[in-house]
Nanobody, 124 residues
């Protein structure tokens, strides 16, 4: 069993930055699992944002965030981060962390374990 806990959300203005964190616990081999971020805006379906392989060697992004968001991981801390720059009002959503056996699973919308989410609100 794996527990994922997100943090770092908040209310910011357009153009600001935020860094989300997702701390994983309960699994001894964090490095073998891919991690990723999803988001869900009110009235919309959950969408893929970014993913990183277990080794941290490869990253994947949705087109809507490419060039603005950066996913990274610290396997020593069992933590994955999402650095969000140049935030836009359309980035407003609940952001969820997920883990899966491969980045492909996350990129295609899946996840084996999920966090509870953290709210990000971007005002114009």
């Amino acid at each position: 069993q794996v527990q994922l806990v997100e943090s770092g959300g908040g209310l910011v203005q357009a153009g600001d930055s935020l860094r989300l964190s997702c701390a994983a616990s309960g699994r001894t081999s964090f490095i073998r699992y891919a991690m990723g971020w999803f988001r869900q805006a009110p009235g919309k379906e959950r969408e893929f944002v970014a993913a990183i392989t277990g080794s941290g060697s490869s990253t994947y992004y949705a087109e809507s965030v490419k060039g603005r968001f950066t996913i990274s991981s610290d396997n020593a801390k069992n933590t994955v981060y999402l650095q969000m720059n140049s935030l836009k009002p359309e980035d407003t959503a609940v952001y969820y962390c997920a883990s899966a056996i491969s980045a492909r699973v996350i990129v295609t919308g899946g996840g084996e374990y999920w966090g509870q989410g953290t709210q990000v609100t971007v005002s114009s």
